[in-house]
């Protein structure tokens, strides 16, 4: 499974961003998505995360009501949706998928980031 972000890059205050996740390889053995950020300095944190249907979405309180995760999986995509934005979510988005092979093998795979830069 191959992960390509983009959509990053750098926005005022209050303003809106979309981040997208394509996928392409082994596409069938992805179940739950995931983004995930790291701020210099600090630890690689989970941002949102959405189950394989996208029936279920679960967020980091700093973002609940701002932020909006989704995807298509007819278009092997996964989406961030960045509303009012603050700061402090300047940090380097990670787009991550959680798959399952035969014999419940499981594999996190990683996009190379995008940057989202917030100026004050």
């Known amino acids: 499974v191959q992960l390509v972000e983009s959509g990053g890059g750098l926005v005022q205050a209050g303003g809106s961003l979309r981040l997208s996740c394509a996928a392409s390889?082994?596409?069938?053995?992805?179940?739950?998505m995931g983004w995930y950020r790291q701020a210099p300095g600090k630890q690689r944190e989970l941002v949102a995360a959405i189950t394989r249907t996208g029936g279920s979405t679960n967020y980091v309180d700093s973002v609940k009501g701002r932020f909006t995760i989704s995807r298509d999986n007819a278009k092997n995509t996964m989406y961030l949706q960045m509303n009012s934005l603050k700061p402090e979510d300047t940090a380097v988005y990670y787009c991550?998928?959680?798959?399952?092979?035969?014999?419940?093998?499981?594999?996190?795979?990683w996009g190379q980031g995008t940057q989202v830069t917030v100026s004050s």
């Open positions: 390889g082994s596409t069938f053995s992805i179940n739950a």
């Open positions: 991550n998928a959680h798959a399952i092979y035969l014999g419940a093998r499981q594999y996190d795979y």
